[in-house]
Nanobody
Framework: QVQLVESGGGLVQSGGSLRLSCAASGGTVDYYSIAWFRQVPGKEREAVSCRRSTDGSTYYADFVKGRFTISRDNAKNTVHLQMNNLKPEDTAVYYC????????????????????WGHGTQVTVSS
C-alpha cells in the first residue's frame, strides 16, 4: 500500500514561488496517477492538478493554469508541484493523492477517484 508524504509548503509573498513535493513509499509513482488538491477551512477540498500514470497527461484547474506545473521525478519516486506567481487566494493546505493505474477513465478532479492521501502541507501567501 503506497504512502504519500507532502513537503515544501511555507510562507511566501505574493508573486513568489514554492515547490511542493509528494514522496511515495511502498509503491512507485509510475503506477499511480498523482493529484494535488487544496483546502481552506470551511470550504470543500478542490482539485489543483494531476499527472496521469498511463500516459503522463497533465491536468490543471483553470485558476492555476499558466502558474503551476506538475512533474514526476522517477529517481526520487516523487511528484512535484511547482507553483509560480503565487497569490493570496492560493493560501491553503495542499494534499497529494494517488489513484492506482487503471484502464478506466480517470475523473482527475474528483476526490473519490483517489484511494491514498497524504496529510497535507500548509501554503500561506501574504499580500
Amino acid at each position: 500500500q503506497v504512502q504519500l508524504v507532502e513537503s515544501g509548503g511555507g510562507l511566501v509573498q505574493s508573486g513568489g514561488s514554492l515547490r511542493l513535493s509528494c514522496a511515495a513509499s511502498g509503491g512507485t509513482v509510475d503506477y499511480y496517477s498523482i493529484a494535488w488538491f487544496r483546502q481552506v477551512p470551511g470550504k470543500e477540498r478542490e482539485a489543483v492538478s494531476c499527472r496521469r500514470s498511463t500516459d503522463g497527461s497533465t491536468y490543471y484547474a483553470d485558476f492555476v493554469k499558466g502558474r503551476f506545473t506538475i512533474s514526476r521525478d522517477n529517481a526520487k519516486n516523487t511528484v512535484h508541484l511547482q507553483m509560480n506567481n503565487l497569490k493570496p487566494e492560493d493560501t491553503a493546505v495542499y494534499y497529494c493523492a494517488g489513484a492506482p493505474q487503471s484502464d478506466k477513465r480517470l475523473r482527475w478532479n474528483l476526490k473519490s477517484e483517489y484511494d491514498y492521501w497524504g496529510h497535507g502541507t500548509q501554503v500561506t501567501v501574504s499580500s
